[in-house]
């Protein structure tokens, strides 16, 4: 396509920095280098084979999903090594078959002895055995057998390769989301390592084999200080970032390479609010900020350069409309935006907002943030 | 298509109960007849052509949307008279003309001079004068002109009138969804109607055409008891209902036909959690009732029959896993559900979480809840 400039753009639409994305891209595949653990990136943030391309080894990966449907779009484009890191259930297990049959070479998830039965007797049945990693519980966040019920785990693992479909661990450190400087979260990264390896180690001693024992988040693979043991790193928004990240620490709001290009349609100046066409419904209704010690509203209003105005937040979203105003408490005065002006809004959370969108405008700051390429992403599932 | 039990259906994905969902557009139907107004209906909730058929007056309309992309797929359709209810920005009125050379009779909305001017040079320019609405703000929501601003209002539509493209006025009384009783209820609709035919009188006596007088929202819809000097009426939401409505006082929770179906991937026994394979993705991030008397978490659990367990919510979500479990302080006991069995979700808000779906699963009670029909949604700008 031929260079855009953003004032040629319908609002709202997504916008991506391409340079901001790929110093992000750059900066956790090195740390990860030095560690010495391959990366596994987790495709449910970005749904897009161009942002895929760039995050992979290889154009056959390996990639995290979190929907058959993402798996099924990587697979049509080649990429052959996918781990399906939910909790499978029943109805999606002929889906994970014919892919299988296509040569993908599909892993999954369990964390109870019902999921494990149903993997062995889909195997029974259908003659397809699907490897399955055990999902571990490192931080009570949400999924997955403690380190503590390793009598489970085990039972687990012996079900499992009782057929032969035990390939190891994995677990996603969730809680991490809600550390809030580096030492919490070098801690929170040392957690889940020692805790994975652990669970590891437990079915290796009862004679189990775990060949791969996986972890991931992006706030625990920024902070990792020594991933002995572990066999590979899964995290999804480190591609973009966002201000929940921001928030927690593992990047500045100047990295965040995803924002919301919008116009003003209103003014209400008694009230000190400018009005957007975009609400959530280009926003998303994530409010992750909110439980962290500097709430963004609905997101940041910054220039068309995409630099912050001082203290200017989406403080209200309707569907198609957001209302800007300065963050409560603070004695910044509002730009001299008029009707007809654009905006650009940093999101939440990246993966929130790009999944109301269908296409990455991707813009380069070299050309004067022109929009140089269009990238379709996909969703459902 | 033939019917399919729930069981066979993939998770997660959305369920419509069709009777629930006729008896309230009937509802809604039979209240506006009796005050003698017309619907104009919203389709920013359904965003389907199936549901449209239903609502509509008839195939041509008249209908309201929040998207010119929704103006597009229901014109594409042959419905013809359509409001445009966001204020119109530069970037869209290409597309808004393009519509209307085809024949459609496409209204816009302004609430300030630079809107109007647009829309002028914009009928100087290409030679298409497109009728346009002077929003009001009738009680501080968001968009509009005051009563109390009629010098405004009158240099707005003495700018539209000279170009002959002064329609009317239209509210949206947003506020009324922080109503909490029918008497708030009515006293905000009274309002909604009292200051929007006061703002078409200052129009009139100005020696400016009116003929339009249109207000909306689902909570004021349903409450109004006089419509005396309104032409039409707005609504949406009142078509699935959802909790928020529900604790707005509107409908009940019997009345909402939308539903997330969900499959059981896990259990956390000793903090009483129950996963399920549908997380914001499937429900979307709205926590409507976050600020209600009664705080719904991410949805309210029903069985596959749609009746709900006692206090049994969505706590906590991710992008595609939640977390259920009992409301906090409520002693109900977790029902025995184990994995791979189906629940069914009520959303807080059917417009954020139906925007994250791309079919309706169409089922009827009579039928045993079997999926009669799959109607296609569709979305963005």
Redesign the interface.
């Known amino acids: 396509m031929n260079a855009l400039s953003l ?7 997504l916008l991506l920095d391409e340079e901001r994305m790929a110093a992000n891209i750059a900066r956790l595949k090195k740390h990860l280098a030095i560690l010495n653990v391959p990366l596994r990136p987790h495709l ?1 943030t970005a749904k897009s084979l161009d942002v895929a391309r760039l995050l992979m080894q290889g154009p056959k990966g390996p990639i995290t999903v ?3 449907r993402e798996a099924e779009y990587f697979a049509e484009h080649g990429v052959c090594d996918i781990l399906y890191a ?7 297990l002929e ?1 994970a078959s014919v892919l299988r049959k296509q040569g993908v070479d599909l892993s999954v998830v369990v ?2 002895i ?2 494990a039965q ?1 993997l062995v007797s889909h195997a029974r049945e259908i003659g397809d055995r699907i490897p399955a990693l055990i999902e571990i ?1 490192a931080d ?1 966040h ?3 057998v403690r380190l503590s019920d390793s009598e489970m785990l085990v039972e687990i693992g012996r079900l499992l390769h009782e057929e032969g479909i035990l390939k190891g661990v994995m677990t996603h450190a ?1 809680d991490s989301y809600a550390c809030r400087n580096m030492e919490a979260l070098v801690s929170a990264a040392e957690q889940e390592r020692a805790i994975t390896v652990a669970c590891a180690q437990a079915l290796r001693v009862s004679g189990l084999p775990c060949s791969v024992v996986s972890i991931g988040s992006t706030p625990t693979a920024h902070a990792a200080r020594d991933l002995t043991g572990i066999t590979e790193v899964r995290a999804g928004v480190f591609v973009f970032f966002d201000l929940v990240m921001a928030g927690v620490g593992v990047c500045s709001i100047e990295d965040i390479a995803l924002s919301v290009l919008a ?1 003003i ?4 100046h008694d ?1 000190g609010w400018i ?1 957007v ?1 975009a609400g ?3 926003m ?4 992750g900020t909110g439980k962290q010690q500097t709430d963004q509203g609905y997101g940041l209003v910054c220039d068309l350069n995409g630099d912050a105005y001082p203290d200017m937040l989406m403080l ?1 979203a ?4 957001g ?1 800007l105003g300065v963050r409560p408490g603070s004695e910044a005065i509002l730009p001299n935006l ?3 002006d654009l905006v650009r809004i940093l999101p939440n ?1 990246a ?2 907002t790009a ?2 969108h ?1 296409v990455y405008n991707v813009i380069m700051r070299d050309s004067k943030h022109q929009v140089q390429a269009r990238w379709t992403r996909f ?3």
């Open positions: 004032d040629r753009l319908e609002t709202p639409c449910k979190s929907t058959i939910v909790g499978i259930t029943r109805n999606k889906r964390d109870s019902p999921a149903a519980d009570g949400r999924s997955g969730g116009t349609i209103g003014r209400q009230r009005i066409d959530w419904m280009a998303s209704r994530d409010r209200e309707n569907q198609e409309h209302i008029r009707i007809g959370h993966c929130a999944a109301q269908d969703r459902g599932w």
